[in-house]
């Protein structure tokens, strides 16, 4: 067995919503897969007390260097969170390519994965169209009191 997760953020990562606000926003991530063609296994929402790795799954590769185009393994990344697991609140890096600064949840990743406080996991969601669209996304973000994106997640 497999799941599929849409794991949706804030975009910013240190951000936390109001409870009564994360829980309108689930409200309304429920109703979307509420149709007669439509099922979701769970829609939740989870507070982490420390910045979190919000990762795909096997999804996520790699990601390209804004300054020079190289293309780095996703491995350098996870090896840099084993780390600093203790702390992420601090997400700049030098990148190994060209030493360039970043900052890890602003990496142009092949597949998107993020870095955050809070999260919805909708899991197994089935319809037509699995993702959120843009609407949907700035929808839950007025809800949650914040812009949000979605990162897509197989396990
Ligand atoms: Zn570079």
Not at 106 to 119: Q, S
């Amino acid at each position: 067995m497999s799941d599929n997760w849409i794991r949706v953020i804030p975009t910013s990562p240190s951000w936390q919503p109001e409870p009564e606000a994360a829980k309108s926003a689930v409200d309304y991530l429920s109703g979307l897969f509420a149709g007669p063609d439509n099922a979701v296994d769970d829609v939740r929402a989870e507070l982490h007390k420390d910045t979190a790795l919000i990762d795909s799954g096997v999804n996520t590769a790699s990601f390209t260097c804004a300054a020079c185009s190289a293309v780095t393994g996703v491995e350098w990344v996870l090896d840099l969170v084993n780390e600093r697991c203790e702390d992420l609140s601090d997400l700049d890096v030098h990148l190994p390519c060209c030493g360039a600064h970043a900052r890890l949840n602003d990496l142009d990743y092949d597949w998107p994965m993020g870095f955050a406080r809070f999260e919805i996991g909708v899991l197994n969601a089935r319809r037509a169209r699995y993702e959120l669209d843009e609407a949907e996304l700035h929808e839950v973000g007025r809800l949650v009191g914040h812009p949000v994106r979605q990162v897509l997640a197989h396990y």
